[in-house]
């Protein structure tokens, strides 16, 4: 399912994972051709040159954890940045998914110039248009009501014919805006009809929330919390008060598997091995929830999918082909424990099929298995680096099913 | 006892074949499940006819409100076979397709009758919840309470299962109205996945209903016969335009 359209998404979102290649920092390797030995002498240093040189890296990103080690976040601007354009990492802590909280309050309080929409104020627009529409309709219902009683007067016609026109135009500038997008998107919480038509209607909204901004606060008269956000010397924000947060599954990742991050708790920094007891727990088991949740994650992860929380749609996580802004979840993901079905008594999985099969997802189930106690506990006397980890992931097994429903009546020919 | 009306227990069903009963139960707020197939289309699952099939909770409130009585099929069916006489007839119709028709037993036996062998017969709930269930179980009591409860404030109540609870709630004949309520039955201290609070209520407000939890409060149930009294919370998922 494709979202919007005309965004260079892939000049922002270039990179799937926050990995530097080598071709990213010494570019592209130079032509080569048979017929001519001069471009094999370029090739050949251009190649010594890569070689004798480390790798390249990146800074690492700074991932701090709190107290009690269970949530991490990661604050400076650049980092979030990162994470999310590369990977789709995290959600910012004031915002949906992607962390637009500074841009959104630029924009509110027009200290930036810039024409950047966030999905946030897409989606105002939208529930603002569709209560408009609701509103229209229940008017229209009354009057309809009302004609069923007695005879309407010339006014109360001439209202309902006019109210009947406003929602059939509503309900035109929809379908023409859907059917030219190329594929329709349904599901709930997202964006829907043409992106430079969304785009138009959103910049207008903002402009009339400007306009009244303008005539009736001053820059003097505004909120006194707006007040202390805007440093007045600069006229920009003080200081963005989002940071960047990340699950477990995901801080592991990037730090066992991507060696992306460090992760900071009191300002002492944590070794892989502190970070894996911190995202255990107290049980050390080896069917900690953890642990089966990073299987899966590490597993999708792997075979190229972006994979998020799925807490909105009640599954252990939903799976994207490229990311959020370009396409939908394709699939929600429920994490089961291999001979033992936890919560999923019949009615809360019927529950659950329903929400998913109604935001137009596919239901997989997975199902991990695990390695025994004795397997476990002998990986994890041993010295805890990076190699016995992978060893121990390696005795997990994950089987992915994927759950349709599937009414007899309909299937019958 | 000739206005009670006879629920057979057949295995592990309480069901109800005389026309006439159902028509009363349903005049009583309990729908039941039409569950027999059509003679002339058995294989067809959309529109099934008698006989109907009641929940245990259904035939709990019946028998409790001395409505109905829960009759041991066996003994019931040979005891009404006893005082009537049963002609079978093969018919043939078109197509090669044969019938055995038989008369219709039940209205060969009058009233008293009826009353003598229900009486004959009669098992009780309890007795029957440990046929169905083992050993008598809290959920089991906890779930007749509820049906009780929002039985005896008008609701119409179906099974759940569809929409992920208990039961579903009917402001009335569940063929004029949409159900208005999910009921989800808790028992105390029961515990409850947060990724189930996101779906039921996710689920409830997409199809424009109220999703109900139903739990007996802790304070007020001192005695092992009295009822247990219930305590309900309704969630909605806000933010939905």
């Known amino acids: 399912m494709l979202k919007r359209r005309g965004k260079n998404f892939n000049q922002i979102y270039r990179n799937p994972l926050p990995v530097t290649l080598s071709v990213d920092k010494y570019g592209q390797i130079p032509p080569t051709s048979l017929a001519n030995p001069v471009s094999w002498i370029s090739l050949a240093c251009r190649l010594l040159y890569i070689y004798s040189h480390l790798p390249p890296r990146e800074e690492l990103t700074k991932v701090i954890s709190d107290e009690d080690g269970l949530t991490f976040s990661v604050a400076d601007d650049q980092g979030s940045m990162r994470l999310w354009r590369q990977g789709f990492f995290g959600k910012g802590t004031l915002s949906r998914s992607e962390p637009s909280w500074k841009a959104r309050v630029e924009q509110r309080l027009g200290l930036t110039n810039a024409e950047n929409i966030a999905s946030e104020d897409v989606t105002a627009v939208r529930r603002g248009e569709r209560k408009a529409f609701k509103g229209l309709r229940q008017e229209a219902q009354k009057l309809e009501q009302l004609g069923r009683l007695r005879v309407l007067n010339e006014d109360e016609q001439a209202r309902y014919k006019s109210l009947v026109d406003q929602m059939d135009a509503m309900r035109l500038g929809k379908e023409t805006a859907e059917s030219e997008s190329a594929l329709k998107d349904e599901s709930v919480a997202t964006d829907k009809g043409e992106p430079e038509d969304i785009g138009r209607k959103v910049q207008e909204s903002l402009k009339i929330s400007l306009v009244e901004e303008d005539d009736n606060f001053p820059v003097s008269e505004l909120r006194e919390e707006d007040r202390t956000l805007i440093d007045p010397e600069t006229n920009t924000l003080r200081a963005n008060l989002e940071a960047l947060q990340l699950q477990k599954t995901e801080v592991f990742f990037l730090l066992f598997a991507l060696d992306a991050v460090k992760v900071f708790k009191n300002d002492s920094s944590l070794l892989l091995q502190e970070l894996f007891y911190a995202c255990l727990g107290s049980s050390h088991s080896p069917d900690n929830k953890f642990l089966l949740d990073y299987v899966v994650y590490h597993h999708f992860r792997s075979l190229g999918y972006c994979a998020r929380s799925g807490l909105k749609f009640g599954c252990d996580m939903i799976l994207y082909k490229r990311g959020p802004p370009m396409l939908h979840a394709e699939y929600a993901v429920l994490v089961v424990r291999d001979g033992d079905c936890g919560w999923t008594d019949w009615p809360d999985f019927m529950a659950l099929a329903r929400v998913v099969g109604g935001v137009r997802k596919t239901l997989v189930l997975v199902f991990v298995e695990c390695p025994t106690q004795e397997e476990f506990d002998e990986i994890l006397l041993s010295e805890l680096d990076r190699c016995a980890l992978s060893r121990l992931f390696l005795r997990y097994k994950v089987t992915e099913v994927v759950y349709k429903r599937w009414s007899p009546s309909r299937t019958r020919d | ?241």
Not at chain 2, 169 to 177: C, H, I, R, S, V
């Open chain 2, 1 to 241: 006892m000739g206005d009670l009306i006879p629920l057979v227990v057949n295995g592990g069903s309480i069901l109800v074949f005389e026309l006439s009963h159902v028509k009363r139960l349903r005049d009583l707020g309990i729908v039941g499940i039409l569950s027999g197939t059509l003679p002339k289309a058995p294989q067809q699952n959309v529109f099934l006819g008698l006989p109907l099939r009641l929940s245990i909770y259904e035939a709990a409130w019946l028998v409790n409100q001395s409505l109905g009585v829960l009759v041991d099929g066996l003994r019931y069916n040979e005891q009404v076979l006893n005082i009537s006489s049963l002609k079978e007839e093969t018919v043939e119709l078109q197509g090669g397709v044969e019938y055995v028709v038989t008369e219709d037993t039940y209205s060969q036996v009058d009233d008293e009758q009826l009353a003598k062998i229900c009486r004959d017969a009669e098992i009780s709930v309890d007795a029957l919840m440990v046929r169905l269930f083992g050993s008598v179980k809290t959920r089991q009591h906890l779930l007749s309470a509820a049906f009780n409860y929002f039985r005896d404030r008008d609701y119409y109540l179906m099974p759940g299962l569809r929409f992920g609870g208990d039961f579903v709630a009917y402001p009335g004949d569940p063929l004029k109205f949409h159900s208005h309520l999910i009921l989800k039955v808790l028992e105390q201290k029961e515990s409850f996945d947060l990724l189930q609070l996101v779906t039921s209520g996710r689920l409830a407000t997409a199809v424009k209903k109220a999703w109900v939890l139903v739990g007996e409060s802790s304070t007020q149930r001192n005695k092992q016969n009295q009822k247990p009294s219930l305590h309900c919370f309704s969630i909605e998922w806000a933010g939905f335009g």
